[in-house]
C-alpha cells in the first residue's frame, strides 16, 4: 500500500520543495540587504505584467519545455541525462546546416526540415553515450557531460572557421534567408498585445505538440511502457523480454533529438541565425524542470513557465533592483534542483509519517465505532 | 624549439595540472568511500571566491586560504547531507552544488565588491609567492645563461606557489593513507561493499562523511590556489570546467592515486601547450586550439568506451547505503 495519497506525491511534495528553494532565496536576497517582497514584486511584473514580458517569459519557456521533455524522457528509463547542453548546441548546428544550403520556397517547408536535421542532430549527439552506457556500462552521466564540452569546442571550431561570414569578426552564420524566418507572436498574437520585436515565435507550438507526442509516448504505447518498465527495474524488465541495449538507445535517442529542437526556437525562430553559446544554460535548467515536473508533460509545462519567468524577471530585477546580480537566478534554479532532486528525501520523510500517522488515526477510529 | 622552451611549457604544465590534481584527488577520496561527486566544479568556485574575497579584505593570504577551504567544506557537507543522510540522488546534488557556486559566488561578489562580479585585483603580499629555491636563478636572462640540468632547476623544478609543492606531496599522502592504513582500508572497502563494513562495526555514515570532508578540504585548495597563486583574484565562472576535467582525469586514472597525478600533468600538458601555441603545424595538417582543449573529454569517452583498458568504479559508487532492517 502506498504511504501516501497520490496528490500529495504528485503535488504537494513538488510545492514545498519549491517553496523551500523561494524561501531560501528570499534570505539570500534579504542577507544582501535588498527587500526579498521588492524583488519578487519586480520579479513577477517583469515575466507577467506586459505583453513584452510575456513574450520573453513563454519563449524561455518554450526552450525549457523541450530540454525538460528531454531530461523528463530519460528519467522515465532511469537514465540521467546531463548533455542536454550540447545535444541542443549540435541541434542547432543541424537547423543552420540545412537552412543555410537549400533554398527553401516557404518557412513551413524549411521548419519540417528544421525539425528533422535537429533532431537527427541532437539524437546523434546522444547516440555515442547511449551506445556507450548500453554496451559497454560506462555511466551516462559522466560521457554526456564529456560530450557537453567537446560539442562546445567542436561549435566555437565550426564558427569560427566554417560558419563565420568572411570579413566579420563576431563567431557567427550568416543570417538565414528571409523566406525561412518563422513567424513570431507579434504577426499571428497580435491582438494580444504583441510587438514585432518580441521573441516569441511559432516554436511555442511546436514545444506544446512534444508535450502531448512525450504523454502519448510514455503513457499510451507499447515502447512507453517498456520504458517505464525499464526504468523501474532493469532487472524485471530484462525478464520480461525487454531488450535493455534498445530501451536505453530509444530513449536516449528520443532526449537528444527533444533537447536538438530547442534550436528551431532560438536559432531558426529568434537569432535567425547560428551564434555562439545560444543554448545559454537551457541544457540545464532542464535538469530542474524536469525534476520539479516530476517527469510528467503537464508539470513540465507548468515548471518551465516558472522558469522562463525566473528568466524573463531577472533580467528586469537587474534594471530595477542593481545591487541584485543577475546570477540570482542561476541561485534560485540551483535551489530548486537541490531541494526537489537531492533533498527530496527530506521532504518526503516527513509527508510520509505524517500521512500515516493520519491514517493511522483515521483505521483506529473506524475500527473502534462498530463495536460501540 | 630549443630546450628552454620546451621547459617553459613543461613550468606551465605543471602550473595548470595543480589545480586539476587537487581537484581529482578531491574526487578521488569521495569515490572512493561510494559517494560521486561531480560537484568539484562548484566547490572549487566557492573556495576560489572567498579565498580571494577574503585575502584581499584580510590582507593575509593564509587566512583567505582558510575561508576558501571552510566555503568547499561547507558545500560538501551539503553534498554529504543530500547524499549520506537524505539518500538523495549524488549527481543531482552534485549539479545543483556546481549552480549554487556559479550564481552565489557572483551575486556576493557583486554586493561586495560592487565590480561586476569580481573580486579586486590582490597585490602581490596577499597572493601565494612563488618560492625560489636555494641556487636557483629567478631572471630569463640568468636562467638561458646555465647548462641543461641548471635550466631544468631553475625553470621547471624552482619558482613555485606553495601549493604546488603540497599537491605533488599529497598525491604520495593520499596513496599512503588509502592503501597503508587501516583507516584507508575501511574507506575503500565502504565504496566498494558498504555492507561489509557495516557488518564489521564500522559506521559507513562516519567513514563516508569524512571521506566527502577531505574532498571538500582538497577542492578548497584547488580553489585557492586559483584564485590567489593562478591569478590575482576571483572573477566570474574561473574554474572554467576544470572540476569536470579532474574528474575526466579520475576515470582516466582509473581512481587511483599516481595515475591521478599522471592524468593530470597530462591534461595540464594539453592546457600549456594549448595556451602557447594557438594553432599547432603538424606537416600539411593544423591541429586547431578548439581540439587541444577538447582532447581531455575526447581521451576519456575513449577510456569509457573501453578501446584502452577498462575503467571500473568502485562498485557501490553513486548508491546510498540503506540498513536492512
Known sequence: MDKMPKWADIILIPLISVVLALVVSGLVVALI????????????????????????????????????????????????????????????????????NVAWPHWTIALLAAMLFSAAFGAAWAAVPAYLQARRGSHIVITTIM???????????????????????????????????????????????FRG??????????????????????????????????????TAAVYAGIN????????????????????????????????????????????????????????????ALLFGALYQGGAELQFEMPAISREMVVVIQALVILFTGALDNMVRMPMESLFLSLRRRREAGQAQSPAE | MDFLTVLQILDSTVRLATPLLLACLAGLWSERAGIFDIGLEGKMLA?????????????????????????????????????????????????????LAAGLTVVIAQTWFQQGGRTPQLPADSRFANIELPGAATRIRDIAQQGPLGQIYSELISGHSIIVYAALLIVP?????????????????????????????????????????ICGVLCGLAG??????????????????????????????????????????????????????????????????????????????????????????????????????
Open chain 2, 224 to 325: 585557492a590556489y586559483l584564485a590567489t597563486a593562478l591569478n590575482a583574484g576571483f572573477v566570474k565562472d574561473m574554474s572554467a570546467g576544470r572540476g569536470f576535467i579532474a574528474l575526466a582525469a579520475l576515470i582516466f586514472a582509473k581512481w587511483r592515486p599516481w595515475y591521478a597525478l599522471s592524468a593530470c600533468l597530462l591534461f595540464g600538458f594539453f592546457d600549456a601547450v594549448g595556451n602557447r601555441f594557438q594553432n599547432i603545424q603538424l606537416g600539411e595538417l593544423v591541429v586547431p586550439v578548439q581540439f587541444m582543449q577538447a582532447l581531455p573529454y575526447i581521451l576519456v569517452v575513449i577510456v569509457l568506451a573501453g578501446l584502452v583498458g577498462k575503467a571500473i568504479p568502485p562498485r557501490a559508487g553513486g548508491e546510498p547505503y540503506v540498513k536492512e532492517r
Open chain 1, 33 to 100: 540587504g535588498e527587500s526579498p517582497w521588492r524583488a519578487m514584486e519586480v520579479m513577477v511584473r517583469g515575466a507577467f505584467g506586459s505583453a513584452y514580458g510575456w513574450g520573453y517569459t513563454l519563449y524561455y519557456a518554450t526552450n525549457f519545455i523541450f530540454t525538460g521533455l528531454a531530461v523528463a524522457v530519460a528519467f522515465h528509463a532511469r537514465l540521467f541525462n546531463i548533455g542536454g547542453e550540447g545535444q541542443a548546441a549540435i541541434g542547432g548546428l543541424g537547423v543552420a546546416i540545412i537552412l543555410l
Open chain 2, 47 to 99: 573556495a576560489a571566491f572567498f579565498s580571494a574575497a577574503i585575502a584581499f579584505t584580510s590582507g593575509s593570504v593564509w587566512i583567505g586560504l582558510m575561508a576558501g577551504i571552510a566555503a568547499s567544506m561547507v558545500l560538501a557537507a551539503l553534498h554529504g547531507a543530500a547524499s549520506i543522510t537524505f539518500r538523495g540522488n549524488q549527481l543531482i546534488s552534485g549539479v545543483a552544488i556546481n549552480f
Open chain 1, 147 to 193: 560530450f557537453n564540452y567537446i560539442a562546445s569546442a567542436l561549435l566555437v571550431y565550426l564558427l569560427v572557421n566554417v560558419f563565420r561570414v568572411e570579413g566579420s569578426m563576431a563567431p557567427e552564420s550568416a543570417r538565414f534567408a528571409e523566406t525561412v524566418h518563422l513567424p513570431n507572436a507579434a504577426s499571428f498574437a497580435s491582438f494580444l498585445g
Open chain 1, 244 to 303: 535493455p541495449t534498445k530501451i536505453i538507445m530509444i530513449t536516449m535517442l528520443i532526449s537528444g533529438g527533444l533537447a536538438g529542437m530547442m534550436a528551431i526556437n532560438v536559432v531558426m525562430g529568434e537569432a535567425e541565425r547560428l551564434v555562439l553559446d545560444f543554448v545559454e544554460g537551457a541544457g540545464f535548467v532542464g535538469i530542474a524542470v524536469a525534476l520539479m515536473g516530476r517527469s510528467h508533460p503537464v508539470g513540465v509545462v507548468l515548471a
Open chain 2, 173 to 213: 599522502l593520499t596513496w599512503w593513507a588509502l592503501y597503508r592504513t587501516r583507516f584507508g582500508l575501511r574507506l575503500r572497502a565502504v565504496g566498494e561493499n558498504p555492507a561489509a563494513v557495516d557488518t564489521a562495526g564500522v559506521s559507513v555514515v562516519g567513514l563516508r562523511y569524512a571521506a566527502v570532508l
Open chain 1, 197 to 234: 520585436s518580441t521573441p516569441l515565435n511559432f516554436a511555442f507550438f511546436l514545444a506544446i505538440i512534444a508535450c502531448v507526442g512525450v504523454w502519448l509516448l510514455i503513457w499510451k504505447t507499447r515502447l512507453g511502457y517498456e520504458i517505464r518498465a525499464f526504468g523501474h527495474s532493469q
